[in-house]
């Protein structure tokens, strides 16, 4: 049994079994592009958030084949001796070219491309997109929580119900860019610098003789940050009073006034304004109240709707494992080659499916933002070579609905896709968790509320330059498509 893990041999099998097969037929070095895109945002949202780049970075580092692995390959046979011994120094040599972390991103645009020799571009297929729609799809729901919580703080919470250590690990991760205040996870907080906080479970309590002397001890021991967990027998009879006896006995003759209650079970709207009453009859009007218990942002949303006197919110598996739709369907697809003499040569996927075809050429995407309101508008995806005029009118289309065209003026063009690798080498420095956080919380904010909705989002539309759009129409009829 292997003794460590080469997560370069967490590929699908195909990935080899092409890899032999281009190295056989001498195509291992013939260049490819190939886009990273997803084709429905989930949860019918207005937008997605992209997560997970410095995890593809630390593996496109790390990529090699050890001996181990190499006599695995030709224990399973079918891959040539020369292969085999081709493996042993095996690399990176390519670019890419990503969105950073934290920006929001929407379907059919790129938001990751390589270019790279072929059997490079094909093996990354596996790891790049198991990391980009794993945590661009937590980072989603988180956003859409946070959202919900109306500038409420939103704790991640979901570790025990995740789908094993690295669903709890980086989806703690993916949660705080999105916008989470922390996590309960360790070691999120350890690894990634995700703040990791947290107070007693219902066993605290039950461990002692009555709930009042749990909660006093508590507070003497963490004076500073006392949240006290009052459902465990009930919440107005026995919790919220011992609460404010602990707090009052304890708390105040030190003069500290920042403690909080959570509330984990029963009607949270009514429980939460109940136990308002009690504490500001009591005098802990900065006291906080903390909600928690199978929540998402719809919960949430008809909580604060039902005035519920709730403070901040602790998440778990829904968001975790983002449970009303856990798969983020990134894809792959090759959109182009090089011939030897390094012209770009377009390659394009048709299918009865209109949203399965596949926008071909090595592509730049661009975000459009209205000078007047600084808010997006728009995002234009154009050929490599292609720049945009501001100061020239701009001639937009829905290229689902070619008859819907709009002219623009007033704008400013960014690029979004920056370079990570170039020539096998990393050229990009992730910024910081925090900084990341910071990043995508910006950039939410220059959408636009509509796009943001949570039901019947407006549609932000993803176009294609007048060039690309003709090459595409090209091939489609060139490959007998519409």
């Known amino acids: 049994m292997k003794q460590h893990m080469n997560y370069t041999m967490l590929c699908d099998f195909y990935e080899l079994t092409m890899a032999n097969g281009y190295f056989q037929t001498g195509m291992a070095d013939q260049i490819c592009y190939f886009d990273v895109f997803f084709r429905n945002v989930p949860d019918g949202g207005g937008f997605a958030i992209a997560a997970g780049l410095e995890q ?45 972390e934290g920006t929001p991103i929407f379907p059919r645009e790129p938001i990751l491309t390589v270019r790279a020799p072929a059997i490079q571009a094909q093996f990354i297929e596996t790891y790049l997109l198991l990391c980009l729609n794993h945590q661009s799809l937590i980072a989603t729901k988180s956003n859409r929580i946070v959202r919900a919580a109306s500038g409420r703080p939103v704790s991640e919470f979901g570790s025990r119900r995740a789908q094993g250590s690295d669903g709890a690990l ?36 039950q461990m002692f003789p009555d709930e009042y002397t ?47 209650i959570r509330l984990d079970s029963g009607d949270l709207t009514y429980l939460s304004k109940k136990a308002r009453a009690m504490l500001d009859a009591a005098g802990l009007t900065q006291c906080k109240i903390v ?7 719809y919960i949430i949303r008809d909580l604060l709707l039902q005035g519920a006197a709730i403070d901040s919110f602790g998440v778990g598996e829904r968001l ?72 020239a009118p701009l001639e937009l289309f829905d290229p689902d609905a070619t008859w819907k065209r709009s002219t623009v003026t007033d704008f400013t063009a960014k690029e979004l896709l920056v370079p990570i690798f170039q020539n096998g080498k990393q ?21 636009w509320d509509e796009v943001k909705r949570f039901e019947n989002p407006h549609t932000y539309y993803v176009d294609l330059s007048q060039t690309l759009w003709d090459i595409k129409q090209d091939l489609l009829k060139q490959r007998g498509g519409r």
Not at 78 to 100: C, H, K, M, N, Q
């Open 56 to 100: 593809i970075i630390d593996y496109i580092n790390d990529l090699r084949f050890d001996e181990e692995d190499i006599e695995y390959l030709r224990g399973k046979g079918g891959f040539s001796e020369a292969f085999l011994e081709y493996l042993r120094t095996f690399r990176f040599t390519g670019d890419i070219w990503a969105v950073p």
């Open 170 to 205: 980086l989806g703690a991760r993916a949660s705080y860019i999105a916008g989470c205040a922390g996590t309960a996870c360790t070691l999120a907080d350890e690894l990634y610098g995700s703040p990791a906080g947290g107070t007693m479970a219902h066993s605290w309590v």
């Open 214 to 260: 749990a909660f006093k001890t508590y507070c003497e021991l963490y004076p500073h940050s006392a949240t006290l967990l009052v459902d465990t027998y009930n919440v107005l009879k026995s919790g919220v009073p011992n609460a404010i006896k602990a707090f009052k006995e304890v708390l105040l003759p030190q003069g500290i006034t920042n403690c909080a």
């Open 291 to 297: 909600a928690s218990n199978a929540l998402d942002e």
């Open 320 to 391: 975790i494992t983002s449970k009303s739709e856990p798969v983020f369907g990134g894809v792959y697809k090759l959109a182009a080659i090089e011939d030897k003499d390094g012209n770009i040569i377009p390659k394009i996927k048709i299918s009865a499916n209109p949203d399965k075809i596949t926008n071909p050429h090595f592509k730049k995407v661009y975000r459009l933002f209205d000078n007047e309101s600084g808010k997006a508008f728009a995002d234009l995806i154009t050929l490599w070579n292609e720049s945009v005029d501001e100061s």
């Open 427 to 447: 050229v990009y420095t992730s910024p910081s968790i925090t900084e990341m956080r910071s990043y995508c919380a910006s950039q939410v904010e220059l959408l």
